[in-house]
């Protein structure tokens, strides 16, 4: 991800109806955060990729904090423009990120013919300063084939004023197509609730909905059946 200097607060919660379960990761307070991740999306893996390696004296960046807005724990991932990178990688920009992927529990993947639902809540700061090139804050990505680019992505971007925006590339050739795009002031300083329903096939299915967790008011919506 790119960044400007931010924090974001989230809390995750994963649902695979294809194998009628749900999964579920929360905060629970300060303290082995990484180890907490690391225990539903990747146990005995890593599922957290950070900058660390060139700022270790700031700690990490995920920590688990107390919001009042919530009355519950949630976690808050910060970035810095310097001396953040990309996992010392990529100098050119900043990851903080939880993932699922290869080496994730079975139920945490998503197959062909299955239907995959994600659920979470965020809160964008007011004042967060988003790049012009890029913010991503979510991907909905494949692992194996045609897999450089991400499929589906929720991406902050610089402006005036500064938007939302959720993107899809359908092959690494083909390009991006903006499907949604709406002005970041509507989540700034507010925690939103997202739903993502994905059918996956060469055929899928694809619908999101944000909205203000407090009234339910819809902030951006899209449904795209095949």
Same mark, same amino acid.
């Given at each position: 991800?790119?960044?400007?200097?931010?924090?974001?607060?989230?809390?995750?919660?994963?649902?695979?109806?294809?194998?009628?379960?749900?999964?579920?990761?929360?905060?629970?307070?300060?303290?082995?955060?990484?180890?907490? *991740? !690391?225990?539903?999306?990747?146990?005995?893996?890593?599922?957290?990729?950070?900058?660390?390696?060139?700022?270790?004296?700031?700690?990490?960046?995920?920590?688990?904090?107390?919001?009042? =807005? *919530? !009355?519950?724990?949630?976690?808050?991932?910060?970035?810095?423009?310097?001396?953040?990178? =990309?996992?010392?990688? !990529?100098?050119?920009?900043?990851?903080?990120?939880?993932?699922?992927?290869?080496?994730?529990?079975?139920?945490?993947?998503?197959?062909?013919?299955? *239907?995959?639902?994600?659920?979470?809540?965020?809160?964008?700061?007011?004042?967060?300063?988003?790049?012009?090139?890029?913010?991503?804050?979510?991907?909905?990505?494949?692992?194996?084939?045609?897999?450089?680019? @991400?499929?589906?992505?929720?991406?902050?971007?610089?402006?005036?004023?500064?938007?939302?925006?959720?993107?899809?590339?359908?092959?690494?050739?083909?390009?991006?197509?903006?499907?949604?795009?709406?002005?970041?002031?509507?989540?700034?300083?507010?925690?939103?609730?997202?739903?993502?329903?994905?059918?996956?096939?060469?055929?899928?299915?694809?619908?999101?909905?944000?909205?203000?967790?407090?009234?339910?008011? @819809?902030?951006?919506?899209?449904?795209?059946?095949?």
């Amino acid at each position: 991800m790119k960044y400007k200097s931010g924090h974001i607060l989230c809390i995750l919660l994963l649902s695979a109806y294809f194998a009628a379960s749900q999964t579920l990761l929360t905060a629970d307070g300060p303290g082995n955060t990484y180890e907490r *991740i !690391n225990s539903v999306f990747a146990p005995g893996y890593n599922a957290v990729e950070d900058p660390e390696c060139v700022h270790p004296e700031f700690g990490r960046h995920i920590a688990e904090v107390f919001d009042a =807005d *919530i !009355n519950q724990f949630a976690f808050e991932f910060y970035a810095h423009v310097t001396p953040d990178n =990309d996992r010392c990688i !990529n100098f050119d920009r900043q990851r903080v990120e939880i993932k699922t992927y290869d080496a994730s529990p079975e139920n945490l993947k998503g197959r062909v013919g299955e *239907i995959v639902n994600y659920k979470w809540r965020f809160k964008i700061p007011v004042g967060f300063k988003p790049s012009s090139s890029f913010t991503h804050i979510h991907q909905v990505k494949a692992v194996g084939g045609d897999d450089d680019q @991400p499929l589906f992505t929720l991406t902050v971007r610089k402006g005036t004023p500064n938007k939302l925006e959720l993107i899809y590339v359908a092959s690494g050739t083909s390009g991006t197509v903006k499907y949604a795009i709406v002005n970041l002031s509507a989540f700034e300083g507010v925690w939103v609730e997202a739903t993502e329903l994905i059918m996956l096939s060469s055929n899928g299915y694809y619908q999101i909905n944000i909205k203000k967790l407090s009234d339910g008011t @819809p902030l951006l919506s899209y449904t795209n059946n095949n």
